[in-house]
């Protein structure tokens, strides 16, 4: 899939940050983009911004935990464009807390959003691209999914589950025209790294302001010295989409952090 004009693309988790940037560079390649969140009123800017390149835009409002309600989202998508080409699935929550501090419902509510959340979104996805033997499906990962954080348990293991779950999948369709991958974007500083209460935060040491404590882990964790944004990880998605030939990996974009 070397030209994605004219492709069908759904991106979940699009209200914002990568989910957005992602929605909007498909659009720039000329694909037709359906987006979809939590609410539909989060995904106006963005479903203004895919019309803004000259495409056409849909907006959803989906629980990606739910498999009649993501059903339901992918049946949308296929009515109104005709095809589902490259899925997306990138609808993920955070949580910041140590073992102490988090109890069953909070495991459930993170590992329920972002590793379930990609098995359903996956398995309703694959119910169209299987019969046309051709697509692409990109899992939103993350570093955290590749090594362990202090006070992020719960979310690490969220993560190595879809890296495992990528993998899995991969082998699975790998023989009908189909590639499977996870991306794993690095520090992004918004979310759960930025702000009171988040990691830059919690890993605060002795006098340190939360800028102090940001700029230090930025520099001691990225070999680059400095932090990815939205845009670096929609670049990437955008090429995963349209490489042929690579399949069950998990490619991170974090300046060398991983390496």
């Known amino acids: 899939m070397t030209d994605l004009k004219g492709k069908v693309v759904l991106v979940t988790g699009a209200g914002g ?13 000329g694909a037709n983009v359906a987006v979809a969140d939590i609410k539909e009123e989060f995904l106006a800017g963005t479903v203004q911004a895919i019309e803004a390149e000259g495409v056409k835009a849909l907006g959803v409002a ?6 009649d309600s993501v059903k339901a989202l992918v049946s949308k998508v296929v009515d109104t464009f005709g095809s589902l080409d490259v899925a997306v699935n990138n609808a993920g929550v955070v949580g910041i807390g140590s073992i102490e501090e988090i ?8 590992l329920g959003v972002n590793a379930k959340g990609v098995f359903v979104c996956t398995k309703a996805e694959l119910e169209v691209m ?14 955290a999914g590749k090594m362990g954080m202090a006070h992020l348990s719960h979310y690490v293991a969220s993560k190595f589950a879809v890296i495992g779950f990528t993998n899995s999948i991969a082998k699975e369709v790998a023989a009908e025209g189909i590639t499977v991958n996870a991306i794993c974007p690095g520090i992004i500083g918004t979310g759960m ?6 990691i830059a935060d919690r890993w605060k ?3 340190e302001t939360e800028e102090q404590s940001w700029e230090r882990n930025k520099k001691d964790l990225i070999p680059q010295g400095v932090d990815q944004s ?5 670049e990437a998605v955008v090429f995963i989409a349209k490489a042929k ?7 991170a974009v974090d300046g060398g952090m991983t390496m």
């Open 17 to 29: 940050g990568i989910g957005k940037a992602v929605a909007i560079a498909f659009a720039k390649e």
């Open 62 to 67: 989906a629980n990606v935990t739910d498999y």
């Open 103 to 110: 109890d069953t419902k909070e495991w459930d509510r993170v």
């Open 130 to 143: 299987k019969p046309k033997k051709s697509g692409a499906i990109i899992n939103t990962a993350s570093i």
């Open 193 to 198: 790294w930025r702000g009171e209460g988040g």
């Open 205 to 207: 040491r002795e006098g």
């Open 230 to 234: 939205p845009e670096d990880i929609a």
């Open 245 to 251: 030939h690579i399949t069950g990996q998990a490619i």
